[in-house]
């Protein structure tokens, strides 16, 4: 299948991953084993905070604590090597630019905890440090062709705002980006950093959640990673999963 990424046949838990992203041909070519898994849900009710989910961030982050005596062991972690190789030849120093699932986690084992930013966001960043994997989130109803999403490399002078970010940046054209097909609009810096024009608020009713894989990560990683983000959406978002 020209242009299509490996489609996954795995059931885990409650019901069937997809992986629709189109992949550019030449990317799966010069690195093998990239590919993601997608969760698309519906009928979300997203909240600043809640208390339950508190009481769950502040046991996930003492595993991590737990599990990493000093930030030198962060290092070591084969997944978050995998992900630092992968933002070298892409042109991201990951020195400078951390992985986001390695910066959480660092941020856990160097005695902070993990930001507060609403319960969908915060229920995706506790499977993503409890995973050693990268996650990226997407509103449903910002991205023009919800089922029409395209990985490539940029090209030059493309322009990029991602959240957190003042203002746009122009790419240089080594960074692989996810595109909106349909209204040829860039939702992320693949596995970087996700637009702010299709991030999720707690205006967001459906919402597609996508694991990152990279050469290194394999797809039990993603699935693990796939199956927890189902369970905690369930649990403090009220989410339902499309087939």
Known sequence: MSHLSL????WIKHGKLKMVLRIEDNLTQSFPG???LEIRMDNLSIENTRNDLDLFKKQVQQRIRNAYHSLEEIRDEPRFRAYRDFFWRVGIDPTKTRPAAEA????????????????????YNLASVSTSTAIAAFDLDSISGGEELYMRKARPIESFKGIGMNSEIQ????????????????I????????????????????LLMMCGV???????????????RELLERFCGASFSE
């Open 104 to 123: 959480l986690t660092r941020r856990i084992v160097g005695g902070r905890d993990l930001p507060t930013i609403n319960t969908f966001v915060d229920s």
């Open 34 to 36: 990239l590919q993601v």
């Open 215 to 229: 050469p290194g990560i394999t797809l039990p990683n993603l699935e693990e990673a796939a199956s927890l983000s």
């Open 171 to 186: 790419l240089e054209g080594k960074e692989i980006v996810i595109e909106d097909e349909r209204g040829h609009n860039l």
């Open 7 to 10: 489609l996954t046949n795995s």
């Open 188 to 207: 992320a810096i693949y596995p970087h950093r996700d637009s702010d024009d299709s991030r999720v608020t707690l205006q967001t009713k459906r919402a």
